[in-house]
Each structure stands twice: as C-alpha cells, then as structure tokens.
C-alpha cells in the first residue's frame, strides 16, 4: 500500500539557517504530494503541494520538488525564521484520494 | 475565513465508555474524514464520509467506531466502548472538490485521554 517516510525528528535550527526536511514515498500510479504544518495550538494546514512529476510547490519560503525518479519530495527553506517552529507532515494522495502521512517532524528555531 | 471546528478540545474518559467526538465542516464542503494520531506515531486515516454514507474506511475504524452527519452540518465520530489504545488526536477534515484539486482542511483536533 501506500506510504511516506520522513526524517527523524526533532529538528532545532538557529534563525536564518536552511532547512531541509527529508521525505520519501511509496505508490502506485502518480499521487500528488504534500507538506501540511501544524503551528502550536492549531489544526493541520497545508503548505504547499505538488501533483504531478518536476512541479515545484513553494509557499512562505517553502519549496519541495516533486521527484519522480527518487520518489521523493523534500521540504527546503532558505532561511528558517522563529515563527517556522511547527510540525512538519509529508503526505500523499493515491488514487483512492485519501491523504496518507509520514510521521511529522518537529521542527524548532531559536532567535 | 471559513474553519472546521471541533470538539471537545480535550475529553478524558473511562475504559469502556462511549465517546462522541463533534466536528463542524466547512458549510459548503462534500467530503468529510476523521484521521487520528497516536501520541508519537503517524497520522491515520480512519472513515471517509461522503453523499451522507461512508465512502471509505481503514482497518482501524471496526464496529467500534462509527460516523454520523445528523443535522447537515455536524459530522461527528462516535467510539461506542473506548479501549486505552484509542487514546490520541482525533482530527476532523473537509473539503470541497476532489483532493488532487481540492484542498483538505483541517480542524485543530480533538483530544482524548482514556483511563
């Protein structure tokens, strides 16, 4: 069945350092691929995502590319700030259109 | 901007209780789930609802478990006899169109803690 694996957890950076989050999937056919954050407090929102191979989703300074040949989809940030401090999830969507996800990683920025 | 809301936020319960966990989708979304993560573990799906009839369910969701949208607007996850392995976040999802076009959106969770 479907799967996504991520990194090891948790992750603590120093503001302005660049991150990158690890994720790797496995799949039949094509899924679309996504990143979801949970900020302290809240719900799951998504961050960015991507539907088919070679797309690129970015957002906030976020930017993962989908990999069709590495089966992956890693999450990169140039230049991590404070208020990045969250729960990372990599997800995926098969062709029954339900979300599977990777384990989260927790990531913490110090100022 | 629109938000799914759930709740309780936090309910602590005894071994072998029933449990309803209540979540208010999105109004005008069609698709409905319930996901939950155990403390430290992945998020899980457990039941997609959709056409007011379950669409899909894991191997988690047995008889135990079942869903309900009474009143058009309440989508709610009833846990009839709760066992201390069904302690974790139970997060409520919606969306409108289908997923690869439609984003999925999320409630910030429900808590449960079974004793």
């Known amino acids: 069945g479907d799967s996504v694996t991520q990194m090891e957890g948790p992750v603590t950076l120093s503001e302005e350092a660049f991150l990158t989050i690890n994720c790797t999937y496995t799949?039949?056919?094509?899924?679309?691929l996504f990143w979801y954050v949970q900020y302290p407090g809240e719900g799951l929102q998504l961050l960015l995502k991507a539907t088919k191979a070679d797309d690129k989703g970015s957002n906030k300074g976020f930017e993962a590319t989908y990999r069709k040949e590495t089966t992956s989809f890693h999450l990169e940030k140039g230049s991590v700030q404070v208020s990045d401090s969250a729960v990372y999830f990599c997800?995926?969507?098969?062709?029954?259109?339900?979300?599977?996800f990777g384990k989260g990683i927790t990531l913490s920025v110090r100022p | 901007e629109p938000e799914v809301t759930q709740t309780p936020s936090h309910q602590v319960t005894q071994m072998g209780q029933e449990v309803i966990l209540r979540c208010v989708p999105i109004?005008?979304?069609?698709?409905f789930y319930w996901y939950r993560q155990i403390l430290g573990q992945k998020v899980e799906f457990l039941v997609s609802f959709y056409n007011n009839e379950i669409s899909e369910k894991s191997e988690i969701f047995d008889d135990q478990f079942s869903v309900e949208r009474p009143d058009g607007s309440n989508f709610t996850l009833k846990i009839r006899s709760t066992k201390l392995e069904d302690s974790a976040m139970y997060f409520c999802a919606s969306r409108l169109a289908p997923l690869n076009t439609g984003e999925l959106f999320f409630g910030e969770g429900s808590r449960l803690t079974v004793l």
């Open positions: 109004s005008n979304h069609l698709y």
């Open positions: 799949a039949t056919g094509y899924p679309s």
């Open positions: 997800a995926l969507s098969g062709a029954n259109s339900k979300l599977t």
